[in-house]
């Protein structure tokens, strides 16, 4: 947030951040809402698509804490990573594939974030 004049004032970068995280929360609910709140393959892939755009909005916004980004982070990871081990018909080689790639990500973003 800057100041100008006494009032507070959004950036952009906070106004889009917001917009996402509501924008997450919302896809969260309407999987819920779809396909009930569970481990069904239907409802993880909105839950997936909510924590990404929630994760996007918490990175784009400045002033979060760090150790909520990590949280989420880690959340979303979690997800993906029970979301591949799902999938009946995934062969294992290329689960194993998916989650180097989920993990070597998820701590490529960590290391950023607390290097700041």
Sequence with gaps: ???????????????????LVVIGFLTLGYGGGEFGFGLSLGFQSFLIGG??????GLLVMPGVAVALKLVVLVLTAISILLY??????LEFLLQLISDVA???????????????
């Design 102 to 116: 989920v993990i070597g990500f998820t701590a490529f973003l960590a290391v950023l974030l607390l290097r700041k």
């Design 84 to 89: 591949i081990h799902s999938m009946p018909d």
């Design 51 to 56: 924590l990404i755009c929630i994760l996007v």
């Design 1 to 19: 947030m800057m100041m100008k004049q006494g009032g507070m004032l959004l950036s952009g970068r906070t106004i889009l951040g917001l917009c």
